[in-house]
Protein backbone atom coordinates (compact mmCIF):
# COMPACT_ATOMS: atom_id res chain seq x y z
CA UNK A 1 0.00 0.00 0.00
CA UNK A 2 1.51 3.62 -0.82
CA UNK A 3 2.40 5.74 1.78
CA UNK A 4 -0.64 8.24 2.71
CA UNK A 5 -0.31 11.96 3.10
CA UNK A 6 -2.99 13.49 5.74
CA UNK A 7 -4.47 16.85 4.60
CA UNK A 8 -6.92 18.46 7.33
CA UNK A 9 -9.28 20.08 5.67
CA UNK A 10 -10.58 23.16 7.39
CA UNK A 11 -11.45 26.64 6.29
CA UNK A 12 -8.37 28.54 6.94
CA UNK A 13 -6.59 30.21 4.11
CA UNK A 14 -3.77 28.65 4.07
CA UNK A 15 -5.54 25.20 4.13
CA UNK A 16 -4.94 25.44 0.52
CA UNK A 17 -1.32 25.40 0.27
CA UNK A 18 -1.21 22.50 2.55
CA UNK A 19 -3.26 20.66 0.08
CA UNK A 20 -1.03 21.70 -2.83
CA UNK A 21 2.10 20.51 -1.34
CA UNK A 22 0.55 17.27 0.19
CA UNK A 23 -0.66 16.64 -3.41
CA UNK A 24 2.43 17.50 -5.38
CA UNK A 25 4.34 15.28 -2.72
CA UNK A 26 2.29 12.61 -3.03
CA UNK A 27 2.05 12.41 -6.95
CA UNK A 28 6.21 12.66 -6.67
CA UNK A 29 6.81 9.93 -4.47
CA UNK A 30 4.29 7.54 -5.33
CA UNK A 31 1.94 8.27 -2.12
CA UNK A 32 -1.72 8.76 -2.06
CA UNK A 33 -3.83 12.10 -0.07
CA UNK A 34 -5.54 11.23 2.74
CA UNK A 35 -7.88 14.23 3.28
CA UNK A 36 -9.56 14.57 6.98
CA UNK A 37 -12.37 16.93 7.60
CA UNK A 38 -13.21 16.87 11.48
CA UNK A 39 -16.83 18.15 12.08
CA UNK A 40 -17.91 19.30 15.42
CA UNK A 41 -20.39 17.27 18.21
CA UNK A 42 -23.57 17.76 17.20
CA UNK A 43 -25.78 20.71 19.01
CA UNK A 44 -26.61 20.32 22.93
CA UNK A 45 -30.14 20.68 21.57
CA UNK A 46 -32.36 18.68 24.20
CA UNK A 47 -34.51 16.86 21.61
CA UNK A 48 -32.57 13.67 19.71
CA UNK A 49 -34.15 14.45 16.45
CA UNK A 50 -32.97 18.10 16.05
CA UNK A 51 -29.22 16.46 16.86
CA UNK A 52 -29.92 14.09 14.30
CA UNK A 53 -30.78 16.05 11.88
CA UNK A 54 -27.92 19.35 12.41
CA UNK A 55 -25.50 16.05 12.56
CA UNK A 56 -26.70 14.52 8.86
CA UNK A 57 -26.15 18.15 7.49
CA UNK A 58 -22.71 18.82 8.97
CA UNK A 59 -21.87 15.30 7.55
CA UNK A 60 -23.47 15.83 4.55
CA UNK A 61 -21.90 19.36 3.84
CA UNK A 62 -18.54 17.67 4.58
CA UNK A 63 -18.87 15.24 2.05
CA UNK A 64 -19.57 17.72 -0.46
CA UNK A 65 -16.70 19.52 0.50
CA UNK A 66 -14.24 16.71 -0.30
CA UNK A 67 -16.04 15.28 -3.21
CA UNK A 68 -15.29 19.41 -4.52
CA UNK A 69 -11.88 19.46 -3.32
CA UNK A 70 -11.46 15.61 -4.24
CA UNK A 71 -11.55 16.73 -8.33
CA UNK A 72 -8.34 19.10 -8.10
CA UNK A 73 -6.65 16.57 -5.42
CA UNK A 74 -6.82 14.06 -8.08
CA UNK A 75 -5.56 16.04 -10.46
CA UNK A 76 -2.85 17.45 -9.01
CA UNK A 77 -2.15 13.99 -7.12
CA UNK A 78 -2.42 12.04 -9.88
CA UNK A 79 -4.69 9.60 -7.93
CA UNK A 80 -7.89 9.55 -6.31
CA UNK A 81 -7.69 10.83 -2.16
CA UNK A 82 -8.95 8.56 0.43
CA UNK A 83 -11.74 11.15 2.19
CA UNK A 84 -12.11 10.80 5.95
CA UNK A 85 -14.66 12.23 7.68
CA UNK A 86 -14.22 12.57 11.53
CA UNK A 87 -16.52 13.94 14.70
CA UNK A 88 -14.79 15.57 18.17
CA UNK A 89 -11.77 18.38 17.90
CA UNK A 90 -9.65 18.22 15.60
CA UNK A 91 -6.28 16.70 17.61
CA UNK A 92 -8.08 14.07 18.91
CA UNK A 93 -9.93 13.38 14.69
CA UNK A 94 -5.93 13.23 14.26
CA UNK A 95 -5.00 11.35 16.48
CA UNK A 96 -7.73 8.27 15.93
CA UNK A 97 -6.85 8.92 11.84
CA UNK A 98 -3.27 8.06 12.54
CA UNK A 99 -3.79 5.36 14.95
CA UNK A 100 -6.12 3.82 12.85
CA UNK A 101 -3.88 3.77 9.67
CA UNK A 102 -0.76 2.53 9.53
CA UNK A 103 0.35 3.77 5.96
CA UNK A 104 -0.16 7.50 6.98
CA UNK A 105 3.30 8.29 7.38
CA UNK A 106 3.21 12.90 6.93
CA UNK A 107 1.17 14.81 8.37
CA UNK A 108 1.07 18.19 5.92
CA UNK A 109 -0.36 21.23 7.98
CA UNK A 110 0.40 24.79 5.91
CA UNK A 111 1.24 27.83 8.66
CA UNK A 112 -0.78 30.50 9.31
CA UNK A 113 0.60 33.92 7.51
CA UNK A 114 1.42 37.49 9.15
CA UNK A 115 0.59 38.06 12.56
CA UNK A 116 -2.22 35.62 12.86
CA UNK A 117 0.60 32.83 14.87
CA UNK A 118 1.29 29.34 13.18
CA UNK A 119 -2.37 28.69 13.13
CA UNK A 120 -4.66 26.42 16.11
CA UNK A 121 -3.60 22.91 14.97
CA UNK A 122 0.02 23.87 15.00
CA UNK A 123 -0.16 25.58 18.20
CA UNK A 124 -1.75 22.85 19.85
CA UNK A 125 0.90 19.98 18.14
CA UNK A 126 3.54 22.31 19.68
CA UNK A 127 2.15 22.79 23.05
CA UNK A 128 0.75 18.90 23.75
CA UNK A 129 4.18 17.60 21.95
CA UNK A 130 3.11 14.64 20.02
CA UNK A 131 0.26 13.35 18.49
CA UNK A 132 -0.26 10.42 20.76
CA UNK A 133 1.00 6.80 20.45
CA UNK A 134 2.58 6.74 17.37
CA UNK A 135 5.44 8.77 15.96
CA UNK A 136 4.90 10.53 12.73
CA UNK A 137 6.52 13.38 11.22
CA UNK A 138 4.99 16.86 10.61
CA UNK A 139 5.52 18.89 7.72
CA UNK A 140 4.86 22.40 8.07
CA UNK A 141 4.49 24.74 5.30
CA UNK A 142 4.36 28.47 4.65
CA UNK A 143 1.09 29.22 4.09
CA UNK A 144 1.53 32.00 1.51
CA UNK A 145 3.33 30.24 -0.75
CA UNK A 146 2.72 30.27 -4.47
CA UNK A 147 1.81 27.87 -6.96
CA UNK A 148 5.38 27.77 -8.17
CA UNK A 149 6.93 27.60 -4.70
CA UNK A 150 5.24 24.97 -4.14
CA UNK A 151 5.95 22.90 -7.03
CA UNK A 152 9.72 23.75 -6.83
CA UNK A 153 9.73 22.37 -2.90
CA UNK A 154 7.82 19.40 -3.46
Do not use: C
Amino acid sequence: MPRKFLVVVDDSPEFETALRYAARRARSTGGRLALLRVIGYGSDAHWSGVRDEIDRQLREEAEALLMRLGEEATERAGAPPLFLIEEGDPIGAIRKVIDDDPDIKILILAAGSGNRGPGPLISALLKQGSLGGRKLPVTIVPGELSESEVEDLA
